[in-house]
């Protein structure tokens, strides 16, 4: 078994302001601590300076190069704590600042890690009840105040997350393998705009159809390099049991939406992005082309598994809220406060 998600998902656990040495060994010293025998010190650290974001972020510059001839060489990538789980790239035409910035937030690296593995976790073990209520608290806590509110988790936070998942190391290995292709799927959407702007294809000032076009492109990237280590023409660095993880992203996404309505009777709009169901839509139907071939059996099955949990966090979120059994957990001043601060 390689080591590269676990230790991955250990150091996200730790992302804090940017200090990423204390992090590194922190993350380090944490998977040492919870699964003693499996992996050495220098073996973390060899994954870890291996298999990061900025790795995945020269992958995908490679293979827009190859599959779309476009280099991508005046973009760069930003991943400091701005407080938010989205993705974007900034480009200051205006005053004709190069380069260009890809910016996935160290909060959406941490957050994301944590959701798939109490969500996969809460699905394995759903009949044990205490394992049940601390993946349910663990997910109102990562979608009200990591997501919604943008506070980092803390080093107390990802203990108590670990604890639950025991030495379970199927749980950090789905985890880990999703997240890695959630992140080249959101690096390739930002770089698809990049691309898109370099064709003139996006000049046609729909926003929600540009945004379309983006996620086939991410997508079709991701699909293909799950589809070429399936055949052997390249090393597997996307599992194809991983392949709708893009789309549980979207349902992330959902689950954020739905808490922020419930919590705090916020109603999400959006008028530059396709709605989440369009946009799954999409992406299942170039899924099912057939261009597109690898056994897809696992990843239907883990997809299904994952929806059961979506749909049950949902429920006892409601169902919860209306007792009063949150109250203690809604934060309008915080909420106020985080909006100033994106406003600004």
Not at 27 to 54: C, S, W
Not at 92 to 115: T, W
Not at 219 to 243: N, R
Request: glycine share 4%; with cysteine.
């Amino acid at each position: 078994m390689t080591s590269k998600y676990m230790v991955q998902s250990a150091y996200d656990f730790f992302k804090s302001n940017g200090d990423t040495a204390m992090d590194n060994n922190q993350g380090i010293e944490l998977m040492l601590e919870k699964f003693p025998g499996y992996f050495t010190k220098e073996q973390l650290r060899a994954d870890m300076q291996q298999y990061n974001v900025q790795s995945i972020f020269a992958l995908v510059k490679e293979y827009f190069q190859r599959e779309y001839n476009y280099a991508g060489n005046d973009i760069e990538l930003n991943n400091r704590y701005q407080r938010t789980v989205n993705s974007y790239i900034y480009n200051d035409e205006e005053n004709k600042k190069e380069p260009a910035v890809v910016h996935i937030d160290e909060l959406f690296e941490s957050a994301l890690v944590a959701f798939f593995l109490v969500t996969f976790k809460w699905s394995k073990d759903f009949d044990n009840l205490e394992t049940y209520k601390g993946c349910f608290r663990h997910m109102l806590f990562l979608m009200n105040e990591v997501c919604i509110l943008g506070e980092m988790q803390g080093a107390n936070a990802s203990r108590v997350m670990l604890e639950i998942i025991g030495q379970d190391l199927q749980i950090m290995q789905l985890a880990g393998d999703c997240y890695w292709t959630v992140l080249i799927f959101s690096i390739a959407h930002e770089l698809a705009h990049a691309y898109l702007a370099s064709t003139g294809k996006n000049r046609d000032g729909d926003l929600k159809q540009e945004e379309a076009k983006a996620d086939l492109i991410a997508y079709d990237i991701v699909l293909k390099i799950i589809m070429e280590g399936c055949q052997g023409s390249h090393k597997i660095i996307l599992e194809p049991y991983t392949y709708l993880a893009p789309l549980m992203y979207m349902d992330f996404f959902d689950l954020i939406f739905y808490t922020n309505k419930v919590l705090y009777h916020v109603t999400y709009t959006d008028d530059t992005h396709p709605a989440l169901e369009e946009r799954k839509s999409f992406l299942l139907e170039l899924a099912n082309k057939d261009e597109y071939d690898f056994d897809n059996r696992e990843g239907n099955d883990l997809y299904s598994a994952f929806l059961d949990i979506s749909d049950e966090f949902k429920e006892q979120v409601n169902l919860k809220y209306k007792q009063g059994k949150l109250d203690s957990i809604i934060y309008f001043e915080e909420k106020n406060q985080m909006r100033k601060y994106m406003d600004e």
